[in-house]
């Protein structure tokens, strides 16, 4: 049989058979798609694509199990990986640019991502200053000078390609649109293939169509271009900025190749702006492709490094992997990608936190004879080791520079963290005008959030600073590692990990949580949610005193609607101190804070002041009443029972407590005593100054509380309580005699 073939040809004819069905299947799922084998060619290319993904797409069912994973999700074949299926990926879509439709999150963008980029080549030259002294490289510091007046040169040229960019992303004319924060890519013709199963070839369930229309209606959303302005927005700043990034690099190597050729002894014209910019033409090649993309390794690096989308690696991505295995989990960690990268590169600039950073280990201890651990950073020759190490000693320098200015502007009272660590203190402090996160340059306070990558360094040494002054010396020697918990405060404080806080919350059962996190999830499905909360705040005043209800914490983050007509609206948050609405600003003052990153605020007064320091316990001042009416689920009565509080002008109270020089030696005496180690000893309430503090509340509560006595629905909480005392009372009296129940 050998001899003769038999086996051969019976195999042919198999292979035969089979092709000859397979190409049958194809013919067929053609037709049930409507697309003609003559026409259509990019369906065509969409279709065959498909049977690509499928190592054995042989039949109509074959494809029926590829669209249904398609738009569902799961496993493409047996032991495959767990795909997240385009309705879930929509849907995030949707949310994702919700989220980040507030005017401020472009701004926050621009500001983070140039810091981040011009800090790049000052900081490489300041390093090689450093440096040089110990290696005698002048020409990393010449290099890195003239890649800073490259960046500067570049910029009139980078807003013509930021503004081409924004174009061609609102017209469409770019597929895929990649910002920090989200990656979103259109594929029509493959949307096309999937519409065609699921609405026109009849082998779709309702349920499966239904799906498929939910996911078209979301898709819809994520190519609007009102909905998704700030992530076009976004993605177009980071085209920029790598351009920025191009152009410099182009100019430190004319400059290190005209210095080269200097050092060699080939006599060169005088380095001049015409000589760099005709020396930068001959580089254009090698850090640009023809269509303007980046193809340089360590500008490529750098671009990443910048615009925060580094992949991740290690235990951040398993944790990203475990979030994105688990749809309802993945709204609680959106932008993990962003938020590791952002604490590494402030790692970068904070001196011992730097060892912490696996880049700066692999790069100061790396051999420039053997350069393939470092090959991953872009760094393929001596000179870019050089560069490196040079932007990490500078780094290190201006980080240093920052520390010590945070730490005396800490210890002057102009720097603020996150607060106290308990949330609910926190809370009062922020109702009474503390802000958090401020720095105090002149009378105003700024906010700090968006100077990256230095705010969360200020912002760990405020807390960590606090934490101390509130502990003392002993407990801070002794009890190091409780720090630690300061320090994770300061770290999720950040807005694109806060979402953790929220997920473990989630499940630790604190009171009205749960309706606030799935109030927050379901606005945030809504396009625009970003935009909706600002221009709330924009066109309707004051912030507002709310309950633990799903409808309340939803109108508070869409506060447009309490100027509906008929609707009542939620109550105001008063300023226990002198009865002002919260947040009682006029309208450009509104319309400026809906737009800049960078909140401006008057100091605090000295009564106020000293209030936060003094160590009082504000929290149940308006959450129970002098005689223990629980108002913790009633918003208005809270409301009105501030602002009666506030009528009696505590603020003037305090200002002149704060000049009793009885009342700062009692505060001078509480801090020796916290410096000594005694704050276990003692109570905060034993102090003078806070005996003096709690009357004044005290008689203003009570004075309130008396005024309040009209009010229906303060009545009825007051009845409610006597009535639960009448009960106790019953009960105590039934179970007195108890042992003498005849048995």
Same mark, same amino acid.
């Given at each position: 049989f050998r001899e003769l073939g038999v086996g051969k040809k019976r195999k042919n004819a198999i292979n035969e058979v089979v092709r000859k069905d397979v190409e049958a299947s194809r013919e067929a799922i053609l037709s049930v798609l409507n697309i003609a084998k003559d026409g259509d060619d990019?369906?065509?290319?969409a279709v065959y694509e498909a049977f690509s993904m499928m190592k054995d797409m042989n039949t109509l069912d074959d494809f029926d199990h590829w669209a249904r994973k398609v738009i569902l999700g799961g496993q493409l074949e047996p032991g495959g990986i767990n795909r997240t299926g385009t309705l879930i990926r929509e849907l995030e879509g949707v949310m994702t640019h919700s989220i980040l439709s507030g005017p401020k999150t472009p701004l926050r963008a621009i500001m983070g991502t140039s810091t981040a980029t011009f800090l790049r080549p000052l900081a490489t030259a300041i390093g090689a200053g450093l440096r040089y002294p110990f290696t005698g490289d002048s020409v990393t510091f010449k290099s890195s000078l003239a890649s800073v007046n490259a960046m500067i040169e570049a910029i009139p040229e980078s807003f013509t390609l930021f503004r081409d960019k924004l174009n061609s992303y609102w017209k469409g004319d770019l597929a895929s649109i990649k910002t920090r924060y989200s990656e979103y890519t259109k594929g029509d013709e493959n949307w096309e293939v999937l519409r065609r199963?699921?609405?026109?070839?009849?082998?779709?369930?309702?349920?499966?169509?239904?799906?498929?229309?939910?996911?078209?209606? +979301?898709r819809s959303m994520n190519n609007s271009n009102l909905l998704t302005y700030s992530t076009k927005l976004m993605a177009a700043t980071d085209d920029a900025f790598a351009y920025v990034l191009g152009r410099a690099k182009m100019r430190e190597k004319a400059m290190r190749k005209v210095l080269e050729l200097q050092e060699g002894g080939l006599k060169t014209p005088k380095i001049t702006k015409d000589l760099m910019r005709a020396y930068e033409d001959d580089f254009y090649s090698q850090i640009f492709d023809t269509s303007g993309n980046i193809v340089d390794e360590a500008t490529l690096f750098a671009r990443k490094e910048v615009t925060l989308t580094q992949e991740l690696t290690g235990f951040a991505k398993g944790l990203n992997d475990v979030f994105t295995a688990a749809p309802l989990a993945k709204p609680f960690f959106?932008?993990?990608r962003t938020g590791v990268n952002g604490l590494a590169l402030t790692g970068k600039y904070t001196p011992g936190f730097n060892f912490l950073v696996k880049e700066f280990n692999d790069i100061a201890f790396a051999n420039p004879a053997d350069l393939a651990s470092v090959n991953k950073y872009g760094i393929f020759t001596p000179e870019e080791l050089a560069n490196a190490r040079a932007l990490q000693t500078g780094r290190l320098a201006i980080g240093s520079g920052v520390v010590m200015m945070a730490i005396n502007a800490w210890m002057r009272g102009d720097l603020n963290g996150n607060g106290p660590v308990d949330r609910q203190k926190r809370q009062v402090w922020i109702d009474g005008k503390w802000e958090p996160r401020t720095i105090k340059l002149g009378d105003v306070r700024i906010g700090y959030d968006n100077f990256e990558p230095f705010n969360l360094i200020m912002s760990t040494i405020a807390d960590v600073g606090d934490a101390s002054e509130l502990m003392g010396e002993e407990w801070t020697e002794s009890e190091l590692q409780k720090i630690s918990l300061v320090v994770a405060q300061a770290i999720t404080s950040k807005s694109y990990l806060a979402g953790i806080q929220s997920f473990v919350d989630l499940f630790a059962g604190r009171p009205g949580q749960f309706d606030r996190i799935v109030a927050g999830l379901g606005n945030n499905i809504v396009p625009l949610a970003g935009l909706r909360n600002e221009l709330g705040k924009l066109f309707t005043p004051y912030m507002r005193e709310i309950g633990s209800g799903i409808d309340q914490s939803i109108r508070n983050r869409n506060l447009m609607t309490e100027q509906v007509p008929?609707?009542?609206?939620?109550? =105001?948050k008063y300023d226990m101190l002198n009865g002002k609405p919260l947040k009682d600003w006029d309208f450009l003052t509104r319309a400026y804070n809906a737009v800049s990153p960078i909140s401006l605020n008057l100091d605090q007064s000295p009564g106020r002041n000293f209030l936060?320091?003094?160590g009082y316990d504000l929290r149940m001042s308006t959450y129970y009443a002098p005689d223990s009416t629980n108002l913790t689920d009633a918003?208005?009565?809270?409301s009105e029972f501030q602002r009666f509080i506030g009528l009696q002008n505590l603020?003037?109270?305090?200002?002149?407590?704060? +000049?009793?020089?009885? =009342? =700062? +030696?009692?505060?001078?005496k509480m801090y020796a005593d916290i410096k000594a180690g005694l704050r276990d000893q003692y109570d905060a309430r034993d102090y003078y100054h806070n005996i003096m503090i709690g009357r004044l509340f005290d008689r203003a509560r009570k004075k309130a509380w008396a005024q309040m006595r009209d009010n229906p629905e303060a009545q009825q909480l007051m009845e409610e309580l006597r009535l639960k005392r009448v009960r106790k009372?019953?009960?105590?009296?039934?179970?007195r005699n108890i042992l003498n129940i005849y048995k």
């Amino acid at each position: 049989f050998r001899e003769l073939g038999v086996g051969k040809k019976r195999k042919n004819a198999i292979n035969e058979v089979v092709r000859k069905d397979v190409e049958a299947s194809r013919e067929a799922i053609l037709s049930v798609l409507n697309i003609a084998k003559d026409g259509d060619d990019d369906l065509l290319m969409a279709v065959y694509e498909a049977f690509s993904m499928m190592k054995d797409m042989n039949t109509l069912d074959d494809f029926d199990h590829w669209a249904r994973k398609v738009i569902l999700g799961g496993q493409l074949e047996p032991g495959g990986i767990n795909r997240t299926g385009t309705l879930i990926r929509e849907l995030e879509g949707v949310m994702t640019h919700s989220i980040l439709s507030g005017p401020k999150t472009p701004l926050r963008a621009i500001m983070g991502t140039s810091t981040a980029t011009f800090l790049r080549p000052l900081a490489t030259a300041i390093g090689a200053g450093l440096r040089y002294p110990f290696t005698g490289d002048s020409v990393t510091f010449k290099s890195s000078l003239a890649s800073v007046n490259a960046m500067i040169e570049a910029i009139p040229e980078s807003f013509t390609l930021f503004r081409d960019k924004l174009n061609s992303y609102w017209k469409g004319d770019l597929a895929s649109i990649k910002t920090r924060y989200s990656e979103y890519t259109k594929g029509d013709e493959n949307w096309e293939v999937l519409r065609r199963w699921a609405e026109d070839s009849g082998r779709a369930t309702f349920g499966e169509t239904a799906a498929f229309r939910m996911a078209n209606m +979301a898709r819809s959303m994520n190519n609007s271009n009102l909905l998704t302005y700030s992530t076009k927005l976004m993605a177009a700043t980071d085209d920029a900025f790598a351009y920025v990034l191009g152009r410099a690099k182009m100019r430190e190597k004319a400059m290190r190749k005209v210095l080269e050729l200097q050092e060699g002894g080939l006599k060169t014209p005088k380095i001049t702006k015409d000589l760099m910019r005709a020396y930068e033409d001959d580089f254009y090649s090698q850090i640009f492709d023809t269509s303007g993309n980046i193809v340089d390794e360590a500008t490529l690096f750098a671009r990443k490094e910048v615009t925060l989308t580094q992949e991740l690696t290690g235990f951040a991505k398993g944790l990203n992997d475990v979030f994105t295995a688990a749809p309802l989990a993945k709204p609680f960690f959106l932008f993990a990608r962003t938020g590791v990268n952002g604490l590494a590169l402030t790692g970068k600039y904070t001196p011992g936190f730097n060892f912490l950073v696996k880049e700066f280990n692999d790069i100061a201890f790396a051999n420039p004879a053997d350069l393939a651990s470092v090959n991953k950073y872009g760094i393929f020759t001596p000179e870019e080791l050089a560069n490196a190490r040079a932007l990490q000693t500078g780094r290190l320098a201006i980080g240093s520079g920052v520390v010590m200015m945070a730490i005396n502007a800490w210890m002057r009272g102009d720097l603020n963290g996150n607060g106290p660590v308990d949330r609910q203190k926190r809370q009062v402090w922020i109702d009474g005008k503390w802000e958090p996160r401020t720095i105090k340059l002149g009378d105003v306070r700024i906010g700090y959030d968006n100077f990256e990558p230095f705010n969360l360094i200020m912002s760990t040494i405020a807390d960590v600073g606090d934490a101390s002054e509130l502990m003392g010396e002993e407990w801070t020697e002794s009890e190091l590692q409780k720090i630690s918990l300061v320090v994770a405060q300061a770290i999720t404080s950040k807005s694109y990990l806060a979402g953790i806080q929220s997920f473990v919350d989630l499940f630790a059962g604190r009171p009205g949580q749960f309706d606030r996190i799935v109030a927050g999830l379901g606005n945030n499905i809504v396009p625009l949610a970003g935009l909706r909360n600002e221009l709330g705040k924009l066109f309707t005043p004051y912030m507002r005193e709310i309950g633990s209800g799903i409808d309340q914490s939803i109108r508070n983050r869409n506060l447009m609607t309490e100027q509906v007509p008929g609707v009542e609206q939620l109550p =105001i948050k008063y300023d226990m101190l002198n009865g002002k609405p919260l947040k009682d600003w006029d309208f450009l003052t509104r319309a400026y804070n809906a737009v800049s990153p960078i909140s401006l605020n008057l100091d605090q007064s000295p009564g106020r002041n000293f209030l936060f320091d003094s160590g009082y316990d504000l929290r149940m001042s308006t959450y129970y009443a002098p005689d223990s009416t629980n108002l913790t689920d009633a918003p208005r009565v809270r409301s009105e029972f501030q602002r009666f509080i506030g009528l009696q002008n505590l603020e003037r109270e305090l200002d002149k407590l704060a +000049a009793d020089p009885k =009342i =700062i +030696a009692s505060m001078e005496k509480m801090y020796a005593d916290i410096k000594a180690g005694l704050r276990d000893q003692y109570d905060a309430r034993d102090y003078y100054h806070n005996i003096m503090i709690g009357r004044l509340f005290d008689r203003a509560r009570k004075k309130a509380w008396a005024q309040m006595r009209d009010n229906p629905e303060a009545q009825q909480l007051m009845e409610e309580l006597r009535l639960k005392r009448v009960r106790k009372l019953d009960k105590k009296r039934e179970t007195r005699n108890i042992l003498n129940i005849y048995k």
